[in-house]
T-cell receptor, first 115, second 115 residues
């Protein structure tokens, strides 16, 4: 069974600084997708960024980028120029293959942004 | 914009009561999901539905059942609520797993307290 591990229960970052959230996963599949979701306090969870395992290029969405290391089964999220609105719980998630429908989530990392 | 709504934000029920949590999505998605979110455990899948009247057990189905009579609506039922079912319940929907832009869209959550 696939597992997703987020080893940092909480992280803090100063406004305008850069922070990296860690995620590792375990799978025997070669085709899969990885995701980072953001859950702001009392607000709905939204997708931040998606990475297809077959793509070597790391995904980027504005201030959010990933460092995808397939051999190491590592998928970290880098947030540049952190803003107060980035404060949230962040979840790493895995989806198997092209036809997999289900996501496997990590335990989450609470990100606090200090002004 | 995809919209996933849940019938209640907060719910307080007594032990032994039958509890219904309703979820509605407006984007004609095939897939709908019920998760339970607990601190330190992330999101755990309770049940998944890939079509009307079709369902599949997730990782923690014990004590829960589901109903999907219409494509847009997915209900979670606690037949006899217990205190260990106190939790945040999240509903999500998505297109099929083969969608190259696969994404699960989440509702705002229902915080259920069983006393």
């Amino acid at each position: 069974a696939q597992t997703v591990t987020q080893s940092q229960p909480e992280m803090s970052v100063q406004e305008a600084e850069t922070v990296t959230l860690s995620c590792t996963y375990d799978t025997s599949e070669s085709d899969y997708y990885l995701f980072w979701y953001k859950q702001p306090p009392s607000r709905q969870m939204i997708l931040v960024i998606r990475q297809e395992a077959y793509k070597q290029q790391n995904a980027t969405e504005n201030r959010f980028s990933v460092n995808f290391q397939k051999a190491a089964k590592s998928f970290s999220l880098k947030i540049s120029d952190s803003q107060l609105g980035d404060a949230a719980m962040y979840f790493c998630a895995y989806k198997a293959g092209e036809y997999g429908n289900k996501l496997v989530f990590g335990a989450g990392t609470i990100l606090r942004v200090k002004s | 914009d995809v919209k996933v709504t849940q019938s209640s934000r907060y719910l307080v029920k007594r032990t032994g009561e039958k509890v219904f949590l309703e979820c509605v999505q407006d984007m004609d998605h095939e897939n709908m999901f019920w998760y339970r979110q607990d601190p330190g455990l992330g999101l755990r899948l309770i049940y998944f539905s890939y079509d009307v009247k079709m369902k599949e057990k997730g990782d923690i189905p014990e004590g829960y059942s589901v109903s999907r009579e219409k494509k847009e609506r997915f209900s979670l039922i606690l037949e006899s609520a217990s205190t260990n079912q106190t939790s945040m319940y999240l509903c999500a929907s998505s297109l099929g797993g083969s969608d190259p832009h696969y994404e699960q869209y989440f509702g705002p959550g229902t915080r259920l307290t069983v006393t």
